[in-house]
């Protein structure tokens, strides 16, 4: 158990639709971080927060939207759902955000649109 | 920008064999490199990780890699494989100059009894 929650575990909503995913990080860890995992696309970086503050930003498309909040629990809202988007989403989190440390991974919500 | 890639998507093993997961990469800067494991619906947890420091790094499990800037590799090694390393394994790159982290697209080890 890495300590990172996420929630729902899975998710099977319609096109068009908008859902979204939580995540609370380890206790301690300021810093939440959005992955996308699809067969055809691999494992993919979404978007990083830190402490409240978007700090990096990789192939997130529009469509979706991410933030975290104060008590450091991040939401990402995916929006006009597309059959495409059907994949696992995961959070990870780490203490101070930076590149070399150890990211810590949460379960993952699957999501299938049908 | 940097990428990596695992060059092998499967690599099947017996039982008390060898390891060798392949990872080259390619980078401007001087990179951070992680091995990660994904076992079947988990998520993903990281073996090790080379962050400029020795370049023969030791990770859980009994997994250790070297990073070898002459070759841009990082492949994963274990002397002996066991049954419950039958996992993805993924190689990243992250460049401390930007913000960003590139996966490979894994490698399935299949470990025989």
């Known amino acids: 158990d890495s300590g990172v929650t996420q929630t729902p575990k899975h998710l099977i909503t319609a096109t068009g639709q908008r859902v979204t995913l939580r995540c609370s990080p380890r206790s301690g860890d300021l810093s939440v971080y959005w992955y996308q995992q699809s067969l055809d696309q691999g494992l993919q970086f979404l978007i990083q927060y830190y402490n409240g503050e978007e700090r990096a930003k990789g192939n997130i498309l529009e469509r979706f939207s991410a933030q975290q909040f104060p008590d450091l629990h991040s939401e990402l809202n995916l929006s006009s759902l597309e059959l495409g988007d059907s994949a696992l989403y995961f959070c990870?989190?780490?203490?101070?955000?930076?590149?070399?440390?150890?990211?810590?991974f949460g379960p993952g919500t699957r999501l299938l649109v049908l | 920008a940097q990428s990596v890639t695992q060059l092998d998507s499967h690599v099947s093993v017996s039982e008390g064999t060898p390891v060798l997961l392949r990872c080259n990469y390619s980078?401007?800067?001087?990179?951070?490199l992680f091995w990660y494991v994904q076992h079947p619906n988990k998520g993903l947890q990281l073996l090790l990780k080379y962050t400029s420091a020795a370049t023969l790094v030791k990770g859980i499990n009994g997994f250790e890699a070297e990073f070898k800037k002459s070759e841009t590799s990082f492949h994963l090694t274990k002397p002996s494989a066991h049954m419950s390393d039958a996992a993805e394994y993924f190689c990243?790159?992250?460049?401390?100059?930007?913000?960003?982290?590139?996966f490979g697209a894994g490698t399935r080890l299949t470990v025989k009894p």
């Open positions: 990870a989190s780490s203490v101070d955000g930076g590149r070399e440390e150890t990211q810590y």
């Open positions: 990243v790159v992250s460049d401390p100059g930007n913000n960003d982290m590139r």
């Open positions: 980078s401007s800067y001087s990179p951070s």
